[in-house]
T-cell receptor, first 112, second 113 residues
């Protein structure tokens, strides 16, 4: 049972445009959400997070939006840069719980 | 500050053998988690240790086990290896259990022949 779903395995975006990566979850107990970025042959690195008490969190070019009623979150990257090409994982957890439930990832390719 | 270190980075085993993977967390981090990454499955949680105690365990068979030492270093062991155990095994450490933010190592890529 996939509790965190990333339905788009891949996404291609022109450099300079906006990249939007989507994630859906089913478990109502999740109250903290994170995005990780992974380059080949490297471990995932933390990108940005959002608590369920918020609906938006920004960090530079990265913004995460949370729609609790739809159990949906999205990561916006603007403007997209070639170095953003990577696999992006959405993850969810309950506050205070070390266990992260990950989605299957979306491979983002930025086209120069 | 040194990151999470995993050894070995690559290894090849045959079915039926056992394997031990090692993880040194970031200095000061007391929580260590292990994840298995396979194509199409994303990252699957194996277990989490905090102060030498297993706090959480994922849905993996008993062939998968782990432990944590007093210096927070952790090992995971897989016995009686199966072809399906071929995967990237990722270790992650954290200082603050409240945020869920984990710092991952580069992983140990296990191939079972």
């Amino acid at each position: 049972d996939q509790q965190v779903k990333q339905n788009s395995p891949s996404l291609s975006v022109q450099e300079g445009r906006i990249s939007i990566l989507n994630c859906d979850y089913t478990n109502s107990m999740f109250d903290y959400f994170l995005w990780y970025k992974k380059y080949p042959a490297e471990g995932p690195t933390f990108l940005i997070s959002i608590s369920s008490i918020k609906d938006k969190n920004e960090d530079g070019r990265f913004t995460v939006f949370l729609n609790k009623s739809a159990k949906h979150l999205s990561l916006h990257i603007v403007p997209s840069q070639p170095g953003d090409s990577a696999v992006y994982f959405c993850a969810a957890t309950s506050f205070g719980n070390e266990k992260l439930t990950f989605g299957t990832g979306t491979r983002l390719t930025i086209i120069p | 500050k040194a990151g999470v270190t995993q050894t070995p980075r690559y290894l090849i085993k045959t079915r039926g053998q056992q394997v031990t993977l090692s993880c040194s967390p970031i200095s000061g981090h007391r929580s260590v988690s292990w994840y298995q990454q396979t194509p199409g499955q994303g990252l699957q949680f194996l277990f989490e240790y905090f102060s030498e105690t297993q706090r959480n365990k994922g849905n993996f068979p008993g062939r998968f086990s782990g432990r944590q030492f007093s210096n927070s270093r952790s090992e995971m062991n897989v016995s009686t290896l199966e072809l399906g155990d071929s995967a990237l095994y990722l270790c992650a450490s954290s200082y603050n259990r409240d945020t869920g933010e984990l710092f991952f190592g580069e992983g140990s890529r296990l191939t079972v022949l």
